[in-house]
């Protein structure tokens, strides 16, 4: 069965440094990989998707991720934080038959990331 | 685009009322739409997956007499949570997807339930 792995739980950075948040997945067949952010008491926003191609994928807010099959991560990235990225993280992955229609996500249990001025 | 909202944002009921809450998706049809629970601090709970005009296709463990969903239109479902108690106090989240090769899906804002 997929699942998706978020080793971190929490992360805190200062304000200006780069930023790189971890995900693992399980998964048989090439993925369809999402990251998603929540501000407190909000829905989630899509931040970048990847589902074919290069594997270096461009987001919104300056955030990008990199699919690595050999390691089954899709770590994402930013190069310099801002306090307003301060938010939960979840990584998603798209569940068996995803392409197919049926387009359930599995995800991770979130990172939450915290910035200081 | 891909805007999806829901009604209310928040709402506060008496333990054994039901409670009805919306999901539209603005700009767009959405084939199928999900709902998801979320607990304080916790990841998505992904309760069940709705199809426009068919029944809804429930997690196992969410009784599905307790979480009513309608998928009336290509824009709007609902889900009704009846006869509510305090344990079923959350956040619930509604996303949509257009299907199809991209079969993103697109988040609402959520709605907090506090049952007293």
């Known amino acids: 069965a997929q699942s998706v792995t978020q080793p971190d739980i929490h992360i805190t950075v200062s304000e200006g440094a780069s930023l790189e948040l971890r995900c693992n997945y399980s998964y048989g067949a090439t993925p369809y990989l999402f990251w998603y952010v929540q501000s407190p008491g909000q829905g989630l926003q899509l931040l970048l998707k990847y589902f074919s191609g290069d594997t270096l994928v461009q987001g919104i807010k300056g955030f990008e991720a990199e699919f690595k099959r050999s390691q089954s991560s899709f770590n994402l990235r930013k190069p310099s934080v801002h306090w307003s990225d301060a938010a939960e993280y979840f990584c998603?992955?798209?569940?068996?038959?995803?392409?197919?229609?049926?387009?359930?996500?599995?995800f991770g249990a979130g990172t939450r990331l915290a910035v200081h001025p | 685009g891909a805007v999806v909202s829901q009604h209310p944002s928040r709402v506060i009921c008496k333990s054994g009322t039901s409670v009805k809450i919306e999901c539209r998706s603005l700009d767009f049809q959405a084939t199928t739409m999900f709902w998801y629970r979320q607990f304080p601090k916790q990841s998505l709970m992904l309760m069940a997956t709705s199809n426009e005009g068919s029944k809804a296709t429930y997690e196992q463990g969410v009784e599905k007499d307790k979480f009513l969903i309608n998928h009336a239109s290509l824009t709007l479902s609902t889900l009704t949570v009846t006869s509510a108690h305090p344990e079923d106090s959350s956040f619930y989240i509604c996303s949509a997807s257009i299907g199809g090769a991209s079969n993103t899906q697109y988040f609402g804002p959520g709605t907090r339930l506090t049952v007293l």
């Open positions: 998603a992955v798209g569940a068996e038959g995803f392409s197919g229609g049926y387009n359930k996500l599995i």
